[in-house]
């Protein structure tokens, strides 16, 4: 999968450019599925999430502007397509997105250097005072997400711009929050961009996770861990129960619950036979089991280096 047979829709609105990619997948969606192993939920609709989401729609063209101003590149119309893109120049990107039918991509911003090579940006901000004090599993979320855009694009130079957000700063003057952000302004560069192969990968993964083929046996398999779940948490509330109520009889359907002391004597046999070596060679029987075992999968991801502004 890669920048090949790619639709670019630019919208006037953000209503409908959030109805326009329903039905196919996000590349912060993937970039979080590929970060964690999980489907992503909507953010929560709390005051401190919110904030964060609008001073990340105020800021981040400010951001670019600094980036472009850092590497001596001129600032083009908004949403100018990629392709339309001339040596030294930037365009940065709102209620657009690039599709393929699949996956969509909606770029924060992209350059081409001045020789000619295309490059993608990812804009971020948050409380940390530099990308580096990012959780792991952030940087790799948002290193999943830059190399998704560059792959797209065709190109192998993604990067991610990050500034961080004052606390309280709604309360304070665009002034010291431009300072602020130029004194915080990171760049992540991204050493390696996920191929095409990969890319079709996780995407495949994504979409099996999210409409997942029910052939019998992931119906009983969703069974088995909701019952395990179910019984767990039972068998623990019931210990309480009886711990709380000492001498009182629980029966039903032919069954006691107590709560039972037991006392177990173990040998260390490790600890014996390196003071008593023997060859059990002789004594050892090989058998072959079959048994059931329910693991959770895990996905890779590449990492990311950074330098200041």
């Not at 779940?229 to 009182?248: N, S």
Request: overall charge negative.
């Amino acid at each position: 999968m890669d920048g090949r047979n790619l639709t670019y829709r630019v919208f006037q609105d953000r209503e409908t450019w959030l109805k326009a990619r329903e039905g196919t997948i996000g590349a912060s969606s993937l970039a979080h599925f590929i970060a964690t192993g999980q489907l992503p939920s909507p953010p929560p609709d709390i005051p401190a999430v919110q904030s964060a989401l609008r001073f990340g729609s105020i800021w981040e063209p400010m951001l670019v502007k600094l980036h472009a101003e850092n590497l001596q590149l001129a600032i083009v119309a908004k949403n100018t397509p990629v392709d339309r893109l001339e040596n030294g120049q930037l365009a940065w990107y709102d209620n657009s997105f690039y599709t393929n039918g699949r996956l969509h991509v909606s770029l924060d911003a992209a350059y081409r250097d001045h020789g000619g090579i295309l490059h993608t940006v990812e804009v971020k901000t948050g409380s940390k005072p530099s990308y580096a004090f990012l959780t792991t599993e952030q940087r790799n979320q948002y290193s999943a997400q830059a190399q998704i855009e560059a792959r797209m694009m065709d190109t192998e130079y993604a990067e991610i711009i990050y500034a961080q957000r004052p606390p309280s700063w709604e309360t304070l003057d665009a002034e010291y929050i431009t300072e602020r952000i130029k004194e915080t302004l990171d760049i992540a560069i991204i050493p390696d961009v996920m191929d095409a192969g990969a890319l079709e990968k996780y995407v495949t993964e994504y979409e099996r996770a999210e409409h997942p083929t029910d052939n019998g046996g992931q119906h009983l398999l969703a069974e088995l861990l909701e019952a395990k779940d179910r019984y767990d948490t039972l068998k623990e509330k019931l210990a309480t129960w009886l711990g709380e109520h000492p001498g009182e009889r629980v029966a039903c359907a032919g069954h006691v619950a107590r709560l039972a002391e037991t006392t177990r004597t173990t040998t260390d046999y490790k600890a014996y036979f390196s003071q008593h070596p023997a060859d059990l060679t002789p004594f050892r029987k090989t058998s072959t089991t079959t048994r059931l075992s329910v693991v959770k999968e895990s996905l890779s991801v590449l990492g990311t280096h950074s330098r200041g502004a």
